[in-house]
């Protein structure tokens, strides 16, 4: 079964420090990962996604993500956070089996401190 | 840029009540997703059309129904309303198969009281 795991429940990271926040998947065949954003009260925002190609994606916001096959990862970083990054965080796969669905981490709380 | 429109944000119903949330996807996004976000959960999946057929089933209750309409718009209609109802209503399009990500609507949030 399909499955993404998000290790961490919340990470704080002081502004101007760079920033990891953790996913691993768990998929047979080659998945596709997403990375979303969802600020209090909102719907999530596409943050990035890794369909094939080179392992370092680039998204929105200065947000970056590094595939991993042989760890089974997909973490999200960004060289310098801002306190404007704090959000919840999501890590998704999708997975072309003909089902029209992602399924999604349990999220990772980002908090930057000022 | 056209976004995801859900209707309405906010509602507040009783219990045994009934609910319909409706959701206008993006112009030419052919499929539809409806999530539920429990307070401090993560989204989970419930059911989802593409060209107005139901294309995948995933955690809805027997007591909810959901359709998509020939204008691509879809409604969630939900019956009986229990307390544990009460969530946050994502609706999401994209095209196709939505391998170039979703754009998600800003949520209805259902409070039964």
């Known amino acids: 079964a399909q499955s993404v795991a998000q290790p961490e429940d919340q990470v704080n990271v002081a502004e101007g420090n760079p920033l990891t926040v953790k996913c691993t998947y768990s998929?047979?065949?080659?998945?596709?990962l997403f990375w979303y954003v969802q600020y209090p009260n909102r719907g999530l925002q596409f943050l990035l996604k890794?369909?094939?190609?080179?392992?370092l994606v680039k998204g929105s916001y200065g947000f970056e993500a590094e595939f991993n096959k042989s760890q089974t990862s997909f973490h999200l970083k960004k060289p310098s956070a801002l306190v404007s990054d704090s959000a919840l965080y999501f890590c998704?796969?999708?997975?072309?089996?003909?089902?029209?669905?992602?399924?999604f981490g349990t999220g990772t709380r980002l908090k930057v401190l000022a | 840029a056209a976004g995801v429109i859900q209707s309405p944000r906010h509602l507040i119903k009783e219990k045994r009540e009934t609910a319909t949330l409706k959701c206008y996807p993006i112009?030419?996004?052919?499929?539809v997703y409806w999530y539920q976000q429990g307070p401090g959960q993560d989204p989970q999946f419930l059911i989802s059309?593409?060209?107005?057929?139901?294309?995948d089933k995933g955690s809805i209750p027997d007591r909810f129904s959901a359709q998509q309409f020939s204008d691509y718009h879809s409604e969630l209609n939900m019956s009986s309303l229990e307390l544990g109802d009460s969530a946050l209503y994502f609706c999401?399009?994209?095209?196709?198969?939505?391998?170039?990500?979703?754009?998600f609507g800003s949520g209805t949030r259902l409070t039964v009281v």
């Open positions: 999401a399009s994209s095209a196709g198969t939505g391998v170039d990500g979703y754009t």
């Open positions: 112009p030419r996004h052919d499929t």
């Open positions: 998704a796969v999708h997975h072309l089996s003909g089902t029209y669905k992602y399924i």
């Open positions: 998929v047979s065949g080659n998945p596709y």
């Open positions: 890794y369909i094939t190609g080179d392992n």
């Open positions: 059309f593409y060209e107005k057929m139901q294309s």
